[in-house]
């Protein structure tokens, strides 16, 4: 992905600090489903194909299968067990609203 700003490494990391610095400050509001994906994934090749699937909209995870998912470049059963744990959050956060 072309203007990834969390670069290879510790993506995690990386975010905090963009995040976190006091002059110009990038916040992850302002990052790409793809650098999000890839700061808690740690693996830039499945964030971008990930990203890619959904059309750089995490809501649309709700329509593929865990199946579909492994199918993409550089995902794995980690990465899939990864976004199924993420998606049970979010409903939960959403699920006490």
Do not use: C, F
């Not at 649309?60 to 059963?77: F, K, M, S, T, Y």
């Not at 067990?81 to 993420?86: P, S």
């Amino acid at each position: 992905m072309q203007g990834m700003i969390l670069r290879k490494g510790r993506p995690s990391k990386r975010l905090v600090e963009l995040a976190s610095r006091k002059r110009d400050p990038i916040r992850p509001e302002a990052m790409s489903l793809a650098e999000l994906l890839y700061s808690l994934l740690g693996n830039q090749k499945a964030a971008e194909a990930i990203s890619e699937a959904l059309q750089g909209d995490i809501r649309n995870i709700h329509n593929w299968d865990v199946r579909d998912l492994e199918a993409l470049p550089g995902v794995g059963q980690g990465t899939v067990g990864k976004l199924v744990a993420l998606v049970e959050i979010i409903r939960r956060l959403v699920q006490k609203r």
